[in-house]
RNA sequence: CGGGGCGUAGCGUAGCCCGGUCAUCGCGCCUGGUUUGGGACCAGGAGGUCGCAAGUUCGAAUCUUGCCGCCCCGACCA
Protein backbone atom coordinates (compact mmCIF):
# COMPACT_ATOMS: atom_id res chain seq x y z
CA UNK A 1 0.00 0.00 0.00
CA UNK A 2 0.92 3.32 -0.70
CA UNK A 3 2.02 5.56 2.27
CA UNK A 4 1.69 8.83 0.13
CA UNK A 5 -0.99 8.44 -1.90
CA UNK A 6 -4.81 10.00 -0.64
CA UNK A 7 -7.15 6.91 -1.63
CA UNK A 8 -9.64 7.67 -4.11
CA UNK A 9 -12.51 6.72 -1.37
CA UNK A 10 -11.21 9.20 0.70
CA UNK A 11 -11.09 12.10 -2.04
CA UNK A 12 -11.20 11.87 -5.65
CA UNK A 13 -9.65 15.24 -5.98
CA UNK A 14 -7.42 14.70 -3.83
CA UNK A 15 -6.33 11.43 -5.12
CA UNK A 16 -6.33 12.46 -8.74
CA UNK A 17 -3.61 15.53 -7.37
CA UNK A 18 -1.39 13.10 -5.44
CA UNK A 19 -1.29 11.22 -8.72
CA UNK A 20 0.23 13.70 -10.91
CA UNK A 21 2.26 15.75 -8.47
CA UNK A 22 3.90 12.31 -7.22
CA UNK A 23 3.79 10.03 -10.20
CA UNK A 24 6.18 13.13 -11.63
CA UNK A 25 3.60 14.14 -14.56
CA UNK A 26 3.81 17.98 -13.60
CA UNK A 27 4.12 20.38 -10.87
CA UNK A 28 2.36 23.81 -9.25
CA UNK A 29 4.15 26.32 -10.96
CA UNK A 30 5.27 30.17 -9.89
CA UNK A 31 2.15 31.46 -12.34
CA UNK A 32 -1.35 30.60 -11.06
CA UNK A 33 -3.18 28.38 -13.19
CA UNK A 34 -0.48 27.31 -15.09
CA UNK A 35 1.62 23.94 -14.74
CA UNK A 36 5.04 22.30 -15.13
CA UNK A 37 4.49 19.49 -17.11
CA UNK A 38 7.95 17.21 -16.21
CA UNK A 39 10.08 14.91 -18.23
CA UNK A 40 7.83 11.60 -17.34
CA UNK A 41 4.42 13.49 -17.91
CA UNK A 42 5.49 15.07 -20.96
CA UNK A 43 6.54 11.94 -22.24
CA UNK A 44 2.85 10.61 -21.60
CA UNK A 45 1.81 13.49 -23.90
CA UNK A 46 4.40 12.85 -27.03
CA UNK A 47 3.54 9.64 -26.85
CA UNK A 48 -0.03 10.82 -27.73
CA UNK A 49 1.24 13.42 -29.61
CA UNK A 50 3.41 10.91 -31.89
CA UNK A 51 0.59 8.41 -32.21
CA UNK A 52 -2.19 11.29 -33.21
CA UNK A 53 0.08 12.90 -35.58
CA UNK A 54 0.59 10.08 -37.64
CA UNK A 55 -2.87 9.56 -37.87
CA UNK A 56 -3.40 12.91 -38.99
CA UNK A 57 -0.83 12.61 -41.84
CA UNK A 58 -2.55 9.24 -42.59
CA UNK A 59 -6.13 11.20 -43.14
CA UNK A 60 -4.33 13.40 -45.26
CA UNK A 61 -3.54 16.38 -42.93
CA UNK A 62 -0.31 18.66 -43.13
CA UNK A 63 1.18 20.58 -40.00
CA UNK A 64 2.06 23.73 -39.95
CA UNK A 65 2.34 26.95 -37.33
CA UNK A 66 0.48 30.30 -36.85
CA UNK A 67 1.20 32.93 -34.34
CA UNK A 68 0.51 32.93 -30.98
CA UNK A 69 -0.78 36.43 -30.84
CA UNK A 70 -4.48 37.58 -32.74
CA UNK A 71 -5.04 40.98 -33.35
CA UNK A 72 -7.75 41.98 -31.64
CA UNK A 73 -10.30 42.99 -34.51
CA UNK A 74 -10.13 39.03 -36.01
CA UNK A 75 -11.56 38.07 -33.12
CA UNK A 76 -14.38 39.95 -33.16
CA UNK A 77 -15.15 39.31 -37.06
CA UNK A 78 -17.74 36.34 -36.15
CA UNK A 79 -20.21 37.13 -33.70
CA UNK A 80 -20.86 34.20 -31.92
CA UNK A 81 -17.22 33.29 -31.55
CA UNK A 82 -15.90 36.55 -30.03
CA UNK A 83 -18.68 36.16 -27.29
CA UNK A 84 -17.57 32.65 -26.46
CA UNK A 85 -14.31 33.76 -26.00
CA UNK A 86 -13.92 37.34 -24.80
CA UNK A 87 -14.00 36.44 -21.19
CA UNK A 88 -11.32 34.17 -20.78
CA UNK A 89 -8.70 36.26 -23.19
CA UNK A 90 -5.57 37.47 -22.67
CA UNK A 91 -4.28 40.96 -23.77
CA UNK A 92 -1.30 41.88 -24.41
CA UNK A 93 -1.58 46.07 -24.66
CA UNK A 94 1.95 47.25 -24.13
CA UNK A 95 5.65 45.90 -26.34
CA UNK A 96 8.31 47.69 -23.75
CA UNK A 97 8.93 47.85 -19.81
CA UNK A 98 11.43 50.37 -18.28
CA UNK A 99 12.95 51.68 -14.93
CA UNK A 100 10.72 53.24 -12.51
CA UNK A 101 11.74 56.82 -12.36
CA UNK A 102 10.69 56.51 -8.67
CA UNK A 103 12.69 53.62 -8.05
CA UNK A 104 10.08 51.04 -7.51
CA UNK A 105 11.92 48.28 -10.26
CA UNK A 106 10.44 48.00 -13.41
CA UNK A 107 7.32 49.30 -14.76
CA UNK A 108 5.18 48.97 -18.24
CA UNK A 109 6.21 51.75 -20.60
CA UNK A 110 2.99 54.04 -20.71
CA UNK A 111 4.79 55.38 -24.37
CA UNK A 112 4.69 51.55 -25.24
CA UNK A 113 1.11 50.98 -25.96
CA UNK A 114 0.33 49.14 -28.42
CA UNK A 115 -2.31 50.81 -31.05
CA UNK A 116 -4.18 47.42 -31.55
CA UNK A 117 -3.97 45.02 -28.48
CA UNK A 118 -3.08 41.58 -29.23
CA UNK A 119 -4.96 38.34 -27.80
CA UNK A 120 -2.77 35.57 -26.62
CA UNK A 121 -4.65 32.96 -28.74
CA UNK A 122 -7.31 31.00 -26.89
CA UNK A 123 -7.68 29.11 -30.46
CA UNK A 124 -6.77 29.94 -33.99
CA UNK A 125 -9.98 29.89 -36.19
CA UNK A 126 -9.51 33.58 -36.83
CA UNK A 127 -5.82 34.18 -37.49
CA UNK A 128 -5.99 30.90 -39.39
CA UNK A 129 -9.04 32.22 -41.42
CA UNK A 130 -7.49 35.40 -42.06
CA UNK A 131 -4.78 33.43 -43.99
CA UNK A 132 -6.72 30.78 -45.94
CA UNK A 133 -8.51 34.14 -47.71
CA UNK A 134 -5.19 34.36 -49.30
CA UNK A 135 -4.63 30.83 -49.58
CA UNK A 136 -8.08 29.72 -51.44
CA UNK A 137 -8.86 30.92 -54.55
CA UNK A 138 -10.00 27.96 -56.71
CA UNK A 139 -11.75 24.57 -55.88
CA UNK A 140 -8.61 23.18 -56.90
CA UNK A 141 -6.85 24.43 -53.72
CA UNK A 142 -9.61 22.88 -51.84
CA UNK A 143 -9.42 20.77 -49.41
CA UNK A 144 -7.20 22.75 -47.87
CA UNK A 145 -6.46 20.05 -44.08
CA UNK A 146 -4.03 21.46 -41.72
CA UNK A 147 -3.12 21.16 -38.29
CA UNK A 148 -1.05 23.00 -35.56
CA UNK A 149 0.31 22.03 -32.56
CA UNK A 150 0.72 24.72 -30.18
CA UNK A 151 0.12 26.10 -26.73
CA UNK A 152 -3.04 28.66 -26.07
CA UNK A 153 -4.56 30.49 -23.36
CA UNK A 154 -7.71 30.77 -21.89
CA UNK A 155 -8.15 32.66 -18.61
CA UNK A 156 -10.47 29.80 -16.50
CA UNK A 157 -11.81 31.24 -13.22
CA UNK A 158 -10.59 27.65 -11.91
CA UNK A 159 -7.80 25.52 -12.93
CA UNK A 160 -7.00 22.60 -12.11
CA UNK A 161 -4.11 20.49 -13.37
CA UNK A 162 -3.90 18.82 -16.51
CA UNK A 163 -7.63 19.01 -16.92
CA UNK A 164 -7.84 22.96 -17.10
CA UNK A 165 -4.93 24.90 -17.03
CA UNK A 166 -4.67 28.56 -18.16
CA UNK A 167 -2.04 27.64 -20.84
CA UNK A 168 -2.32 24.47 -22.46
CA UNK A 169 -0.76 22.10 -24.70
CA UNK A 170 -3.27 21.09 -28.29
CA UNK A 171 -3.22 20.29 -31.50
CA UNK A 172 -5.83 22.07 -33.73
CA UNK A 173 -7.01 20.93 -37.21
CA UNK A 174 -8.65 23.81 -39.61
CA UNK A 175 -9.35 22.40 -42.83
CA UNK A 176 -11.56 24.22 -45.81
CA UNK A 177 -13.76 22.62 -48.35
CA UNK A 178 -15.65 23.14 -51.40
CA UNK A 179 -18.74 21.72 -49.96
CA UNK A 180 -20.91 21.29 -46.80
CA UNK A 181 -20.95 17.25 -47.44
CA UNK A 182 -17.26 17.23 -47.52
CA UNK A 183 -16.39 19.08 -44.89
CA UNK A 184 -19.54 17.75 -42.45
CA UNK A 185 -17.65 14.36 -43.47
CA UNK A 186 -14.57 15.79 -42.63
CA UNK A 187 -16.26 17.06 -39.18
CA UNK A 188 -16.73 13.04 -38.62
CA UNK A 189 -13.38 11.86 -40.04
CA UNK A 190 -11.44 13.48 -37.50
CA UNK A 191 -13.90 12.26 -34.04
CA UNK A 192 -13.81 8.59 -35.04
CA UNK A 193 -9.74 9.46 -35.42
CA UNK A 194 -10.03 11.07 -31.87
CA UNK A 195 -12.43 7.88 -30.45
CA UNK A 196 -9.71 5.06 -32.02
CA UNK A 197 -7.18 7.02 -30.47
CA UNK A 198 -8.60 7.57 -27.07
CA UNK A 199 -10.10 3.31 -27.56
CA UNK A 200 -6.87 1.79 -28.54
CA UNK A 201 -4.19 4.08 -27.57
CA UNK A 202 -5.86 5.17 -24.40
CA UNK A 203 -7.60 2.80 -23.92
CA UNK A 204 -10.48 4.93 -22.27
CA UNK A 205 -13.48 4.18 -24.35
CA UNK A 206 -15.53 7.04 -25.80
CA UNK A 207 -19.09 7.60 -27.25
CA UNK A 208 -19.23 9.81 -30.12
CA UNK A 209 -22.14 12.14 -29.83
CA UNK A 210 -23.12 15.58 -30.94
CA UNK A 211 -23.47 18.54 -28.62
CA UNK A 212 -26.73 20.33 -27.66
CA UNK A 213 -26.72 23.93 -28.99
CA UNK A 214 -26.19 25.41 -25.60
CA UNK A 215 -22.56 23.34 -25.48
CA UNK A 216 -22.08 24.26 -29.08
CA UNK A 217 -18.02 25.83 -30.07
CA UNK A 218 -18.57 29.15 -30.43
CA UNK A 219 -18.90 29.86 -33.97
CA UNK A 220 -19.81 26.62 -34.75
CA UNK A 221 -22.92 25.11 -36.45
CA UNK A 222 -22.48 21.77 -34.90
CA UNK A 223 -19.86 20.09 -32.29
CA UNK A 224 -19.30 17.06 -32.21
CA UNK A 225 -17.37 15.38 -29.20
CA UNK A 226 -16.29 12.13 -27.59
CA UNK A 227 -16.90 12.17 -23.91
CA UNK A 228 -15.38 9.20 -21.64
CA UNK A 229 -16.53 8.49 -17.97
CA UNK A 230 -13.88 8.65 -15.41
CA UNK A 231 -13.55 6.29 -12.51
CA UNK A 232 -16.08 8.63 -9.73
CA UNK A 233 -19.02 8.37 -12.53
CA UNK A 234 -17.87 11.64 -13.91
CA UNK A 235 -17.79 12.21 -17.89
CA UNK A 236 -14.92 14.03 -19.56
CA UNK A 237 -15.30 15.39 -22.64
CA UNK A 238 -12.22 14.46 -24.50
CA UNK A 239 -12.01 15.92 -27.81
CA UNK A 240 -14.02 18.04 -30.14
CA UNK A 241 -14.49 18.21 -33.93
CA UNK A 242 -16.73 21.16 -34.98
CA UNK A 243 -18.77 21.73 -38.46
CA UNK A 244 -17.75 24.96 -38.89
CA UNK A 245 -20.46 25.87 -42.05
CA UNK A 246 -19.48 28.81 -43.94
CA UNK A 247 -19.46 31.00 -40.42
CA UNK A 248 -15.62 31.48 -40.59
CA UNK A 249 -15.33 32.37 -44.40
CA UNK A 250 -17.93 34.92 -44.32
CA UNK A 251 -16.55 36.66 -41.57
CA UNK A 252 -13.10 36.50 -43.18
CA UNK A 253 -14.38 36.90 -46.71
CA UNK A 254 -12.72 33.17 -48.02
CA UNK A 255 -14.48 32.30 -51.46
CA UNK A 256 -13.46 30.05 -54.16
CA UNK A 257 -14.34 29.57 -57.87
CA UNK A 258 -16.07 26.27 -58.51
CA UNK A 259 -16.39 24.23 -61.62
CA UNK A 260 -18.89 26.08 -62.88
CA UNK A 261 -16.58 29.50 -62.13
CA UNK A 262 -19.53 30.49 -59.15
CA UNK A 263 -17.97 31.93 -56.86
CA UNK A 264 -18.99 30.22 -52.84
CA UNK A 265 -17.72 30.89 -49.52
CA UNK A 266 -15.30 28.11 -48.15
CA UNK A 267 -16.84 25.33 -46.10
CA UNK A 268 -14.48 24.77 -42.39
CA UNK A 269 -14.27 22.58 -40.04
CA UNK A 270 -11.57 22.64 -36.83
CA UNK A 271 -10.92 19.99 -34.17
CA UNK A 272 -8.98 19.68 -31.09
CA UNK A 273 -7.69 17.56 -28.21
CA UNK A 274 -5.39 18.88 -25.57
CA UNK A 275 -3.23 18.01 -22.70
CA UNK A 276 -6.19 17.26 -20.95
CA UNK A 277 -5.81 13.40 -22.67
CA UNK A 278 -3.10 13.15 -20.24
CA UNK A 279 -5.55 13.69 -16.72
CA UNK A 280 -8.40 11.80 -18.91
CA UNK A 281 -5.58 8.63 -18.88
CA UNK A 282 -4.78 8.94 -15.09
CA UNK A 283 -8.83 9.18 -13.83
CA UNK A 284 -9.98 6.37 -16.01
CA UNK A 285 -7.22 3.44 -14.99
CA UNK A 286 -5.06 4.50 -12.14
CA UNK A 287 -5.61 2.86 -8.67
CA UNK A 288 -4.55 3.64 -4.79
CA UNK A 289 -1.21 2.77 -5.45
CA UNK A 290 -0.66 4.55 -8.61
CA UNK A 291 -1.00 5.23 -12.17
CA UNK A 292 -1.85 3.15 -14.25
CA UNK A 293 -0.56 3.18 -18.18
CA UNK A 294 -1.85 1.40 -21.14
CA UNK A 295 1.09 0.02 -22.70
CA UNK A 296 1.09 1.81 -26.22
CA UNK A 297 1.38 5.22 -24.35
CA UNK A 298 3.47 4.21 -21.59
CA UNK A 299 6.65 5.77 -21.87
CA UNK A 300 8.57 2.50 -20.14
CA UNK A 301 6.41 -0.53 -20.69
CA UNK A 302 9.22 -3.16 -18.97
CA UNK A 303 11.65 -2.04 -16.20
CA UNK A 304 13.96 -4.98 -14.84
CA UNK A 305 14.73 -4.66 -11.81
CA UNK A 306 17.93 -7.08 -10.64
CA UNK A 307 17.87 -8.55 -7.55
CA UNK A 308 21.60 -9.18 -5.74
CA UNK A 309 23.48 -9.80 -2.58
CA UNK A 310 26.82 -8.41 -3.07
CA UNK A 311 29.28 -6.45 -5.61
CA UNK A 312 29.89 -10.17 -7.40
CA UNK A 313 26.00 -10.84 -7.74
CA UNK A 314 25.60 -7.18 -8.93
CA UNK A 315 27.86 -7.32 -11.74
CA UNK A 316 26.62 -10.47 -12.80
CA UNK A 317 22.91 -9.41 -12.98
CA UNK A 318 24.28 -6.30 -14.76
CA UNK A 319 25.44 -8.10 -17.93
CA UNK A 320 22.87 -9.89 -17.33
CA UNK A 321 20.10 -7.29 -17.27
CA UNK A 322 21.44 -5.48 -19.94
CA UNK A 323 21.46 -8.39 -22.20
CA UNK A 324 17.63 -8.93 -21.43
CA UNK A 325 17.14 -5.24 -21.89
CA UNK A 326 18.59 -5.36 -25.20
CA UNK A 327 16.52 -8.30 -26.46
CA UNK A 328 13.34 -6.65 -25.10
CA UNK A 329 14.28 -3.57 -26.95
CA UNK A 330 15.00 -5.24 -30.26
CA UNK A 331 11.24 -7.09 -29.95
CA UNK A 332 10.04 -4.12 -30.07
CA UNK A 333 9.51 -2.91 -26.32
CA UNK A 334 10.52 0.21 -24.20
CA UNK A 335 12.72 -0.85 -21.33
CA UNK A 336 14.26 0.54 -18.53
CA UNK A 337 16.91 -1.73 -17.02
CA UNK A 338 17.13 0.12 -13.11
CA UNK A 339 20.49 -0.83 -11.48
CA UNK A 340 20.82 2.00 -10.05
CA UNK A 341 22.20 1.06 -6.55
CA UNK A 342 21.21 3.79 -4.67
CA UNK A 343 17.26 1.96 -4.16
CA UNK A 344 16.85 -1.47 -2.76
CA UNK A 345 14.14 -3.96 -5.01
CA UNK A 346 11.14 -3.16 -2.64
CA UNK A 347 11.80 0.69 -3.24
CA UNK A 348 11.84 0.57 -6.99
CA UNK A 349 8.77 -1.76 -6.78
CA UNK A 350 6.72 0.73 -5.36
CA UNK A 351 8.12 3.38 -7.28
CA UNK A 352 7.17 2.11 -11.24
CA UNK A 353 3.75 0.90 -9.67
CA UNK A 354 3.33 4.46 -8.98
CA UNK A 355 4.66 5.39 -11.92
CA UNK A 356 2.18 3.19 -13.79
CA UNK A 357 4.74 1.02 -15.78
CA UNK A 358 2.96 -2.15 -17.40
CA UNK A 359 5.48 -4.63 -16.66
CA UNK A 360 8.02 -4.97 -14.11
CA UNK A 361 10.76 -7.79 -14.41
CA UNK A 362 12.75 -8.92 -11.05
CA UNK A 363 16.01 -11.13 -11.90
CA UNK A 364 17.61 -12.42 -9.25
CA UNK A 365 20.53 -15.30 -8.77
CA UNK A 366 17.40 -17.27 -7.47
CA UNK A 367 15.46 -17.14 -11.06
CA UNK A 368 18.33 -17.17 -13.07
CA UNK A 369 18.88 -20.98 -11.27
CA UNK A 370 15.89 -21.88 -12.50
CA UNK A 371 15.58 -20.18 -15.73
CA UNK A 372 12.52 -18.39 -15.23
CA UNK A 373 12.07 -14.82 -14.48
CA UNK A 374 9.07 -12.74 -12.03
CA UNK A 375 7.00 -10.80 -14.04
CA UNK A 376 4.40 -8.28 -12.47
CA UNK A 377 1.93 -6.94 -14.37
CA UNK A 378 0.82 -3.34 -12.83
CA UNK A 379 -3.08 -3.02 -13.87
CA UNK A 380 -3.60 -6.69 -11.73
CA UNK A 381 -0.39 -7.09 -9.62
CA UNK A 382 -0.44 -10.52 -11.03
CA UNK A 383 2.76 -12.29 -10.39
CA UNK A 384 4.07 -14.79 -12.61
CA UNK A 385 7.11 -17.19 -13.33
CA UNK A 386 7.61 -16.93 -17.28
CA UNK A 387 11.12 -19.08 -18.92
CA UNK A 388 14.13 -17.33 -20.07
CA UNK A 389 13.46 -19.00 -23.27
CA UNK A 390 10.36 -17.78 -23.67
CA UNK A 391 10.40 -14.35 -22.22
CA UNK A 392 10.34 -11.99 -25.52
CA UNK A 393 7.44 -13.17 -26.75
CA UNK A 394 5.49 -14.07 -23.82
CA UNK A 395 6.14 -10.46 -22.63
CA UNK A 396 5.24 -8.75 -25.48
CA UNK A 397 1.57 -11.17 -25.69
CA UNK A 398 1.52 -9.81 -21.86
CA UNK A 399 1.87 -6.20 -23.01
CA UNK A 400 -1.04 -6.24 -25.39
CA UNK A 401 -3.72 -8.66 -23.34
CA UNK A 402 -2.68 -5.67 -20.45
CA UNK A 403 -3.79 -3.19 -23.27
CA UNK A 404 -6.66 -5.09 -23.89
CA UNK A 405 -8.03 -5.98 -20.85
CA UNK A 406 -7.65 -2.41 -19.64
CA UNK A 407 -9.99 -1.36 -21.98
CA UNK A 408 -12.10 -3.88 -21.13
CA UNK A 409 -12.52 -2.81 -17.60
CA UNK A 410 -13.04 0.76 -18.64
CA UNK A 411 -15.36 -0.40 -21.21
CA UNK A 412 -17.37 -2.72 -18.38
CA UNK A 413 -17.25 0.51 -15.90
CA UNK A 414 -18.66 3.03 -18.51
CA UNK A 415 -21.59 0.39 -19.63
CA UNK A 416 -22.46 -0.43 -16.17
CA UNK A 417 -22.88 3.44 -15.49
CA UNK A 418 -25.34 4.23 -18.16
CA UNK A 419 -28.53 4.13 -16.75
CA UNK A 420 -32.08 4.57 -18.19
CA UNK A 421 -33.92 7.24 -16.10
CA UNK A 422 -37.64 7.63 -16.84
CA UNK A 423 -38.75 9.81 -13.76
CA UNK A 424 -37.64 12.83 -12.58
CA UNK A 425 -37.01 10.93 -8.76
CA UNK A 426 -35.18 8.64 -10.60
CA UNK A 427 -33.15 10.72 -12.30
CA UNK A 428 -32.13 12.85 -9.34
CA UNK A 429 -31.60 9.42 -7.35
CA UNK A 430 -29.02 7.87 -9.73
CA UNK A 431 -26.74 11.29 -10.49
CA UNK A 432 -26.52 11.05 -6.62
CA UNK A 433 -25.91 7.40 -5.71
CA UNK A 434 -24.46 5.95 -8.93
CA UNK A 435 -23.12 8.38 -10.95
CA UNK A 436 -22.38 8.00 -15.02
CA UNK A 437 -24.30 8.82 -18.07
CA UNK A 438 -27.88 9.28 -17.18
CA UNK A 439 -30.18 8.21 -20.76
CA UNK A 440 -33.33 10.26 -20.38
CA UNK A 441 -36.23 12.06 -22.74
CA UNK A 442 -35.56 15.58 -23.22
CA UNK A 443 -37.32 18.26 -24.74
CA UNK A 444 -34.68 19.63 -27.10
CA UNK A 445 -35.26 22.96 -25.35
CA UNK A 446 -32.75 24.94 -23.52
CA UNK A 447 -34.64 26.15 -20.91
CA UNK A 448 -35.12 22.46 -19.79
CA UNK A 449 -31.23 21.54 -20.12
CA UNK A 450 -30.49 25.02 -18.36
CA UNK A 451 -33.09 23.93 -15.90
CA UNK A 452 -31.84 20.60 -15.12
CA UNK A 453 -28.03 21.87 -14.91
CA UNK A 454 -29.44 24.20 -12.08
CA UNK A 455 -30.79 21.59 -9.95
CA UNK A 456 -28.42 18.97 -10.45
CA UNK A 457 -25.70 19.98 -11.91
CA UNK A 458 -25.44 17.62 -14.35
CA UNK A 459 -25.06 18.89 -18.15
CA UNK A 460 -26.11 17.24 -21.04
CA UNK A 461 -23.17 15.84 -22.55
CA UNK A 462 -24.01 14.51 -25.89
CA UNK A 463 -27.00 13.31 -28.28
CA UNK A 464 -25.00 10.10 -28.90
CA UNK A 465 -24.20 9.42 -33.30
CA UNK A 466 -27.08 6.94 -34.37
CA UNK A 467 -29.49 7.16 -31.75
CA UNK A 468 -32.41 5.44 -32.07
CA UNK A 469 -35.92 7.24 -32.13
CA UNK A 470 -38.14 6.53 -29.25
CA UNK A 471 -40.99 8.59 -27.98
CA UNK A 472 -41.26 9.34 -24.89
CA UNK A 473 -41.66 12.59 -22.49
CA UNK A 474 -38.84 15.00 -21.14
CA UNK A 475 -37.75 14.19 -18.16
CA UNK A 476 -38.43 17.42 -16.67
CA UNK A 477 -40.55 19.05 -18.31
CA UNK A 478 -42.96 16.01 -19.44
CA UNK A 479 -43.26 17.79 -22.95
CA UNK A 480 -42.92 14.96 -25.78
CA UNK A 481 -39.18 14.03 -26.94
CA UNK A 482 -38.24 11.92 -30.07
CA UNK A 483 -35.20 10.23 -28.09
CA UNK A 484 -32.72 9.70 -25.36
CA UNK A 485 -30.20 11.86 -24.31
CA UNK A 486 -26.99 11.84 -22.33
CA UNK A 487 -26.30 13.29 -18.75
CA UNK A 488 -23.55 13.41 -16.30
CA UNK A 489 -21.92 15.18 -14.06
CA UNK A 490 -18.80 16.49 -15.86
CA UNK A 491 -15.36 18.07 -15.40
C1' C B 1 -15.73 36.73 -7.54
C1' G B 2 -18.32 33.90 -3.14
C1' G B 3 -17.34 29.80 0.67
C1' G B 4 -13.47 26.81 3.20
C1' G B 5 -8.35 25.74 4.25
C1' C B 6 -3.24 27.05 4.38
C1' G B 7 1.72 29.70 4.23
C1' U B 8 7.66 27.48 9.64
C1' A B 9 14.63 23.81 5.94
C1' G B 10 13.93 20.70 -0.70
C1' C B 11 9.00 18.15 0.93
C1' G B 12 5.50 17.13 4.90
C1' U B 13 4.78 19.13 9.78
C1' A B 14 4.71 20.59 15.74
C1' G B 15 4.57 25.02 18.32
C1' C B 16 0.36 30.02 17.85
C1' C B 17 -5.43 30.11 22.16
C1' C B 18 -1.71 31.21 27.15
C1' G B 19 4.51 36.31 23.90
C1' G B 20 10.20 34.71 27.20
C1' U B 21 16.61 28.77 25.99
C1' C B 22 11.01 26.67 20.90
C1' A B 23 12.55 27.00 16.26
C1' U B 24 9.93 20.43 16.84
C1' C B 25 9.68 15.88 14.45
C1' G B 26 9.59 12.74 9.98
C1' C B 27 11.16 12.20 4.90
C1' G B 28 14.85 13.80 1.70
C1' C B 29 20.15 15.59 1.27
C1' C B 30 25.88 14.99 2.51
C1' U B 31 30.04 11.55 4.72
C1' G B 32 31.39 6.61 6.29
C1' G B 33 29.93 1.62 7.02
C1' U B 34 26.63 -2.52 6.84
C1' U B 35 22.71 -3.87 3.37
C1' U B 36 19.64 -5.31 -1.24
C1' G B 37 13.23 -11.12 -3.19
C1' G B 38 7.93 -5.38 -1.28
C1' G B 39 9.23 1.60 0.32
C1' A B 40 16.80 -0.87 4.71
C1' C B 41 19.80 0.15 9.14
C1' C B 42 23.72 2.42 12.23
C1' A B 43 26.92 6.60 13.25
C1' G B 44 28.12 11.49 12.15
C1' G B 45 26.72 16.11 9.47
C1' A B 46 24.67 20.33 6.54
C1' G B 47 20.35 23.08 5.86
C1' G B 48 15.65 28.40 8.53
C1' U B 49 15.22 36.52 6.93
C1' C B 50 8.94 31.17 10.78
C1' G B 51 4.92 34.37 3.22
C1' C B 52 5.81 40.11 3.14
C1' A B 53 5.29 44.87 5.64
C1' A B 54 4.05 47.96 9.55
C1' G B 55 2.55 48.14 14.68
C1' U B 56 2.17 46.70 20.18
C1' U B 57 6.09 45.08 23.66
C1' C B 58 12.04 45.02 27.42
C1' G B 59 11.09 40.77 24.12
C1' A B 60 6.92 38.38 18.46
C1' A B 61 6.71 32.14 14.64
C1' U B 62 3.09 33.38 18.69
C1' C B 63 -0.89 39.47 19.64
C1' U B 64 -2.96 43.69 16.05
C1' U B 65 -3.53 45.80 11.11
C1' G B 66 -2.60 45.74 6.01
C1' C B 67 -0.77 43.21 1.83
C1' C B 68 0.86 38.93 -1.16
C1' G B 69 0.53 33.92 -2.63
C1' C B 70 -1.30 28.89 -2.99
C1' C B 71 -4.81 24.77 -2.58
C1' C B 72 -9.93 22.82 -2.21
C1' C B 73 -15.51 23.58 -3.15
C1' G B 74 -18.84 26.72 -6.47
C1' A B 75 -19.98 30.05 -10.75
C1' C B 76 -16.93 29.90 -16.26
C1' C B 77 -14.77 26.18 -19.59
C1' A B 78 -11.17 21.85 -23.48
Known amino acids: MSKEITSRATDYA????DLV?????ADYSAVRGCMIIKPYGFALWEKMRDALDEMFKETGHENAYFPLFIPKSFLSREAAHVEGFAKECAVVTH????????????????????DEELIVR???ETIIWNTYKTWIQSYRDLPLLINQWANVVRWEMRTRLFLRTTEFLWQEGHTAHASSEEAMAETLTMLNVYADFAENYMAVPVIRGVKSPSERFAGAIDTYCIEALMQDGKALQAGTSHFLGQNFAKAFDVKFSDREN?????????????????????MAHSDDDGLIL?????????VIIPIYKGTEQKEMLDGKGKELALQLKNAGMRVKFDNNDNNRPGWKFAQYELKGVPIRIAMGVRDLENQTLEVARRDTKEKIAIPLEDISARVNGLLKEIQ???FQKALDFRDNHISRADTWEEFERLLDEKGGFISAHWDGTAESEEAIKEKTKATLRCI?????AEVGVCILSGKPSTQRVLFARAY
Open 14 to 17: QWYN
Open 294 to 302: PPKIAPVQV
Open 404 to 406: DQM
Open 95 to 114: YRLKNDPDGNGIIVDPEAKL
Open 122 to 124: PTS
Open 464 to 468: PLNNP
Open 21 to 25: LKGGL
Open 262 to 282: KLDYVWATSWGVSTRLVGALV
